[in-house]
């Protein structure tokens, strides 16, 4: 990837640097993020720059109900009652 910029003064270092911190991460996403980088600047990426483009841990550990759309269950008449009688025994208690 480098050898397409004119800036040729990453290292070995460097190079150490960014796999200590893409490491963690799946290859596809990586490549993915790396693609998507390119398409918008036209230098070399800064690892931080390609961490933009990656998924969060958040993302990654949602549950898999978190997009399923979930139904709205409305309670009966008898049920709103039994919930205020439980309510107003919880304040006045």
């Not at 991460?25 to 690892?47: H, M, T």
């Not at 549950?63 to 139904?71: I, R, S, T, V």
């Amino acid at each position: 990837m480098k050898k397409n910029y004119q800036d040729k003064t990453h290292n070995d270092e460097d190079l150490k640097m960014y796999f200590s911190i893409l490491r963690d991460y799946q290859e596809q996403d990586v490549i993915s993020a790396i693609k998507e980088v390119l398409k918008q600047q036209p230098y070399f990426p800064r690892v931080d720059e390609i961490v933009k483009y990656l998924p969060t841990q958040q993302t990654q550990e949602e549950p898999n109900w978190f997009y399923q759309k979930l139904e709205n269950n409305i309670p009966t008449q008898q049920e709103q009652e039994e919930m205020k009688k439980i309510l107003e025994e919880i304040v006045e208690g």
